[in-house]
């Protein structure tokens, strides 16, 4: 008996909020490890949104109806800044399904080379998101958890391209402010 996996409708509804990361980089080739804290606001997007629409035309695609669309901000300080300064930024992402537990998705940039990229999306049977992301030289893979309500965890893998080895790993752990729900 197959276990009904979850919809990306489902977990995206779940992960909208504010959280708390906690996120440590292990970047292999240098033998360097980074940790970083940040708060991360994730919050749908209308999909008649100017933002949506932009990405949809560099794309060269037709508004797809049946898309979700988040905005995902960020405000990050790493241990790595001497200064203690912070850094922020927002990606927009645009969920296309293909059917209830894999799809496309679309973004504004990406996460491992600043550029448009799509990423193919999966549901595993423990009901873990996967993003796979292949860009011009490396390859990012994602699995995104959640351990409870609250608290969720993201694993991320990036390869070379051309003889796939680890170049980075992360894992973060992202706590909800309860108190944003409230809102």
Known sequence: MT?????????IDKSIGEWKSIRSTHTLAFQEFENTTSKIYIKNINSKNKKVIQIFKNYKLS??????AISVKWQAFSDWEEDNM???DETILIFLPKDENTGIVLRNKGY??????SSNYFFDE??????KTIYKSKVSEEIISFLSTHIRSRFSTIRNLENNSVIQTSHTSEIRNLASLKD
Request: charged letters at 15%; hydrophobic letters at 30%; glycine letters at 4%.
């Open 3 to 11: 276990k009904n996996l979850t919809t990306i409708n489902q977990f």
């Open 63 to 68: 508004l797809n109806t049946k898309s979700i």
């Open 86 to 88: 912070s850094e922020g």
């Open 112 to 117: 491992t080379e600043s550029f448009i990229s």
């Open 126 to 131: 423990q009901n873990n998101l996967h993003i």
